[in-house]
């Protein structure tokens, strides 16, 4: 497998690989790194190279994640990341190039779409739906039928009413309480949460 991105993030997701004995790892950067312990970080194969490993792209911004997503899309396989400690819904399903942290739980009919982080021991009820390049951060809680759009980020410790809304590209802060529906391109703080600008595209 490799993992694209030397960073901190990328640190937890090599350490899933490890927990679920992933037999080969690489670390790809386009920056010259030092190593991570003892995995070298390697420049990325020139395209149009074909590269026949997996990939992880571990990058936590959601919009840097879909542009490197969008510029391998051609010439790799995205795999995916979870956790032995997480529990995945038999009746979720769970997109390439996700990765699931440690202590996660991802209940019934549960849709992750693309490229999204559930980052540790967040809580995904039933019939939520998550599109493409979104975080779930730290300890933050769906309730059921929650739909998050491409690209958001909700705050560690954020949580929220079953059945809301919540638009694409949005940031939702740390321990916000989202009781009511959130537009596109929205920052949202608070409990109740309430929007403080939305950032037009």
């Given at each position: 497998?490799?993992?694209?991105?030397?960073s901190?993030?990328?640190?937890?997701?090599?350490?899933?690989?490890?927990?679920?004995l992933?037999?080969h790892i690489?670390i790809?950067?386009?920056?010259?790194k030092?190593?991570?312990?003892?995995?070298?970080?390697?420049?990325?194969?020139?395209a149009?190279?074909?590269i026949?490993d997996?990939?992880?792209?571990?990058?936590?911004?959601?919009?840097?994640?879909?542009?490197?997503?969008d510029r391998?899309?051609?010439?790799?396989t995205?795999?995916?990341?979870?956790?032995?400690?997480?529990?995945?819904?038999?009746?979720?399903?769970?997109?390439?190039?996700?990765v699931?942290?440690?202590?996660?739980?991802?209940?019934?009919?549960?849709?992750?779409?693309?490229?999204c982080?559930?980052?540790?021991s967040?809580s995904?009820d039933?019939d939520?739906?998550?599109g493409?390049?979104?975080?779930?951060?730290?300890?933050?809680?769906?309730?059921?039928?929650?739909?998050v759009?491409?690209?958001?980020?909700?705050?560690?410790g954020?949580?929220?009413?079953q059945?809301?809304?919540?638009?694409?590209?949005?940031?939702?802060?740390?321990?916000a309480?989202?009781?009511?529906?959130?537009?596109?391109?929205?920052?949202?703080?608070?409990?109740?949460?309430?929007?403080?600008?939305i950032?037009?595209?």
């Open positions: 497998m490799i993992v694209y991105g030397a901190g993030h990328g640190k937890v997701i090599i350490e899933i690989l490890e927990n679920i992933t037999p690489e790809w950067d386009d920056a010259v030092p190593p991570v312990w003892e995995y070298e970080v390697k420049p990325p194969l020139p149009p190279q074909p026949a997996e990939m992880i792209i571990s990058i936590g911004v959601n919009a840097t994640r879909k542009k490197v997503a391998f899309c051609e010439r790799v995205f795999g995916k990341a979870i956790h032995s400690t997480a529990f995945i819904s038999k009746r979720a399903t769970i997109g390439e190039g996700t699931v942290m440690a202590n996660v739980t991802v209940n019934a009919d549960v849709k992750v779409g693309r490229h982080i559930l980052n540790t967040c995904i039933h939520c739906v998550l493409d390049y979104v975080h779930i951060s730290p300890g933050a809680a769906l309730s059921g039928d929650v739909h759009g491409e690209g958001t980020h909700i705050g560690t954020a949580s929220t009413i059945g809301v809304r919540i638009g694409k590209w949005c940031n939702i802060g740390v321990g309480v989202v009781v009511k529906d959130i537009p596109d391109y929205a920052t949202a703080v608070g409990n109740p949460a309430r929007v403080i600008k950032k037009q595209p």
